[in-house]
């Protein structure tokens, strides 16, 4: 891929200011975390993996044949990017903390979680007189597209900061989008989780609607992906939450978190979402029942009590004669 050049570089400025990335450590081995880091791997772009429970990154590391540092400050202070990908703001904030002393001016730090706006733009300003880069790039695309390296980026803060970046975003993802100033790669996430909770109502009501129905859902599934009612959620967790399989994909205490941040944006605006209440009414609801570690598509658990079922088990009408 070629690199954008800037014909405003002063010589003055450090090489390492505007050089690609390409020692990247990442930081979180979640269930997005450690698929990217495998990537940036095969592409011979990371330097090195850290996570909270050590015993995770031991595990990659020995996977990776990754080398040994004797603590964290010379992991990071060999390092000119940091990727992290945590839970929730706070972590995020803790992380930066315990990392920025060690990075080197010219440093990156992109951090692909899904946080505030707030949050983004607060570290910007925090790492700059530091000389430090930072960008929000939360991503979409589940654990599939991390596996795969299809995921798509939203992509906030300094645009050479961002071409810098090309090359890690490209060893992990399909959609490489620069949003604009720093907050708003979050911001476009927070759009895009409000489809994604909206999207996965329709299709649990609809088809808690269909079983209700004694439909065949096998020909349900195939005639309504090839129509205008198509989508990825349906393609991809339709088959599996009618046969109460919600063990894979995106775990619904998530979405959760995530709408939190969503109703709090829109507070800001003066405003409510219907979609981002319901969201976190149902979800919450869930979690309370102790499945919160479930796919979102669990929300069709509460969408057969409209029809006085909880199962599937009864058997389509045969349309076959």
């Known amino acids: ?26 930081y979180g081995l ?3 975390g450690r698929p990217m880091a495998r990537n940036l791997h095969q592409h011979g772009l990371l330097h090195g993996v850290k996570n909270r429970t050590e015993g995770k990154a031991q595990a990659l590391r020995k996977e990776l044949r990754l080398p ?12 000119d990017c940091v990727l992290t990908c945590v839970a929730a703001d706070d972590d995020l904030k803790a992380v930066v903390a315990e990392i920025k002393p060690h990075l080197k001016p010219g440093a990156v730090i992109i951090d692909s979680s899904t946080v505030s706006p707030e949050t983004a733009r607060e ?34 803060g300094d645009r050479e900061t961002f ?15 620069w949003m604009g100033k720093s907050g ?21 009501e609809a088809l808690a609607f269909a079983e209700a129905s004694k439909l065949n859902t096998d020909k349900l599934i195939e005639v309504l992906t090839a129509g205008a009612a198509n989508n990825w959620f349906l393609e991809k967790r339709g ?73 599937q088990n009864d058997q389509p009408e045969d349309i076959s004669a």
């Open 1 to 26: 891929m070629n690199q954008t050049t800037d014909t405003t570089r002063t010589d003055t400025a450090s090489p390492s200011s505007f050089s690609p990335l390409s020692r990247v450590v990442v």
């Open 30 to 32: 979640g269930a997005m």
């Open 68 to 79: 040994e540092y004797a603590d964290d400050a010379a992991l990071f202070a060999e390092a």
């Open 123 to 156: 570290l910007a300003e925090e790492l700059q007189p530091a000389g430090i880069g930072f960008l929000d790039a939360p991503m979409s695309g589940g654990v599939e597209g991390a596996r795969k390296g299809a995921l798509s980026f939203m992509i906030g």
């Open 163 to 177: 071409q810098r970046a090309r090359d890690v975003f490209s060893a992990m993802g399909n959609q490489i989008t």
């Open 184 to 204: 708003q790669g979050q911001a476009t996430k927070m759009v895009n989780q409000v489809m994604v909770a909206g999207i996965a109502q329709a299709v649990c």
């Open 239 to 311: 088959q599996t939450m009618l046969k109460n399989e919600f063990g894979t994909g995106f775990k619904l205490a998530l979405l959760h978190k995530d709408l939190g941040i969503c109703q709090s944006t829109v507070k800001k605006l003066d405003a409510e979402l219907p979609i981002i209440e319901q969201g976190l009414r149902e979800y919450g609801e869930l979690m309370q029942q102790g499945h919160g570690d479930e796919d979102i598509s669990a929300l069709i658990r509460l969408y057969r009590r409209i029809f006085h079922t909880d199962t």
